[in-house]
């Protein structure tokens, strides 16, 4: 009875995760066909193009996380599989998470704190000047990275920040840690004794 049960609860799992992973994708489809539609121009010159990546990279995230769920499922026990297929929270919420934190780290890489040969190039932090709704906005839509290699880059580490839940926020916790080693040896060096100087 629980292999059968087991497969009941599975299956249902698995349609609740399709139903939401289509319902945003279609949702996300639409507002971004609605925003290049609207922001088609009248005038070809007074045309700016637009990227909408940053919903690229939400949307990758979000399939990692779907794709981890799936990958976990044969391995949870019936008692949590009870629960998942009770319940549209605890389906939906690790995709969710993934494209959260795929967003989170595509700032970590915009704002240099995670950098490397592996990790997507953008230009220098410096190069966007926010003062406004209108230049945040071109930050958004223009900050994107500096080739074609590095936005494949960025689709792969937004596609592992959804598959690997724990990936960004232990990146936050390393950073965090690194800033407090450095707060407290900064303290040290200032509160030396002058003739230790």
Known sequence: MSTIARQEYLQQITQRLVLF???????????LYGFIRRSSCELPDSCEPRSYLVVLVFVTGLLGG?????????????DELKVLAGSWIS?????????????????????????????????APGD???????????????AYPVDGVEVAKLLFWSFVAGFSERLVPQIIRRTSDELMAEKREGEKEVNKPEKEQ
């Open 21 to 31: 992973t289509g319902v945003v994708l279609t949702i996300l489809s639409l507002t």
């Open 128 to 142: 966007f000047v926010i003062n406004d709704a209108e230049s945040f906005n071109r930050w958004i839509t223009g």
């Open 66 to 78: 779907f794709v981890s769920i799936q990958q976990r499922l044969p391995s949870i026990a019936l």
């Open 91 to 123: 389906i939906t919420l690790i995709p969710i998470n993934g494209g959260i934190f795929a967003i989170v780290l595509m700032l970590m890489f915009v704002g240099h704190i995670v950098q490397g040969a592996l990790f997507p190039a953008y230009p």
